[in-house]
């Protein structure tokens, strides 16, 4: 069987749970949980920074998707059985490889803007544990974004929801998805250098696993993710953007997105058209703050100023001790 037949058919069994590519026309307005000095900095640069998630506070997903994996397919019987043993090593040491190149050097130049579904059921108010963990402890802002034209413009981002899964669930996918690949595997045959495309194929769907797959105990965040990953820019579009931050964890790498990026200076989507809403937390959204916010954005981004919104939860940033009688 041909070999780029039997690629198409390994894809197939491998990504048949997920789109390649959502539609623009089904993504919902997305909600960036953030402080007030990152609304400001958005607002006079139009940078969007977006974060590599081996320094992220949920660490645990990417290395522990892509971790799990690697020892998934090291261990997987029915991988063993699907094959010869030259075709199962020759699977074995390309995907080895494919791992140890991510562990070792891509890694460092995938980046995340982790954002929030925004609805109508959700309104201005938000949702309380964004605010709790990433909105200031109710004194930031949310950002509401269209995001639609990123896709639109053609970009190298991707933007899919996020799932969440129990450990055990997880290994479980794992399992289901390999033994359907192997399957796959053993039906196309074909000769043994063709185990490196299958190697490539199979890494290929465990990394967009592991970067769009938060445990089940995050769920309530609701979160969709814009990824860039340097190895799929393969146009270099956005590579003049890679950069660096410092901050109080020390200096890390960053991506300073900016949509000009996509087709130069106003050719590409409108950052000023992306940003539908802006919602002050609940324990900033005075009187006060809110017409600051909008003298900043008349400074800075005018179309902005009368997208501001408060949130009117009830919130309680410190919970006081219950008194002792």
């Given at each position: ?66 971790n799990l994996g690697l020892h998934a397919v090291r261990t997987h019987a029915g991988l063993r059985e699907a094959c010869p043993p030259a075709h199962y090593n020759a699977l074995l040491d390309a995907f080895d490889a494919l791992y140890t ?47 639609a034209p990123l896709l639109a413009a053609g970009s190298p981002l991707l933007v899919r929801e996020v799932q969440y899964l129990s450990y055990e669930q997880s290994e479980a996918w794992m399992e289901r998805k390999l033994q359907a690949f ?144």
């Amino acid at each position: 069987m041909p070999q780029d037949l039997r690629r198409q058919d390994l894809e197939d069994v491998l990504w048949a749970d997920m789109e390649a590519r959502p539609p623009a026309s089904q993504l919902p307005l997305l909600a960036h949980y953030t402080s007030i000095l990152t609304l400001e900095r958005i607002a006079q640069t139009g940078e969007i920074w977006f974060s590599n998630p081996l320094y992220m506070n949920d660490v645990d997903e990417l290395r522990y998707g892509m971790n799990l994996g690697l020892h998934a397919v090291r261990t997987h019987a029915g991988l063993r059985e699907a094959c010869p043993p030259a075709h199962y090593n020759a699977l074995l040491d390309a995907f080895d490889a494919l791992y140890t190149a991510f562990d070792g050097e891509s890694a460092f130049d995938v980046y995340v803007f982790s954002c929030s579904v925004h609805d109508d059921g959700i309104g201005d108010d938000g949702l309380l544990s964004m605010w709790r963990g990433y909105g200031g402890d109710g004194n930031g802002v949310a950002i509401v974004f269209d995001v639609a034209p990123l896709l639109a413009a053609g970009s190298p981002l991707l933007v899919r929801e996020v799932q969440y899964l129990s450990y055990e669930q997880s290994e479980a996918w794992m399992e289901r998805k390999l033994q359907a690949f192997a399957e796959a595997l053993q039906r196309a045959g074909g000769p043994v250098e063709g185990m490196q495309s299958a190697a490539a194929v199979l890494f290929e769907r465990i990394k967009l696993f592991a970067l769009f797959t938060k445990h089940r105990g995050f769920h309530e965040e609701r979160e969709w993710r814009l990824v860039y990953l340097r190895e799929q820019d393969r146009q270099g579009v956005l590579t003049q953007r890679l950069h660096y931050a410092i901050g109080a964890r020390g200096i890390e790498p960053r991506l300073r997105f900016t949509t000009d990026a996509l087709g130069g200076p106003g050719q590409g989507p409108s950052l000023k058209e992306m940003v539908r809403r802006i919602i002050l937390g609940p324990v900033l959204a005075t009187p006060l703050a809110l017409r600051s916010v909008e003298r900043m954005l008349e400074i800075y981004q005018p179309a902005w100023a009368d997208r501001v919104a408060r949130s009117s939860t009830p919130y309680r940033s410190q919970r006081m001790p219950w008194p002792i009688t």
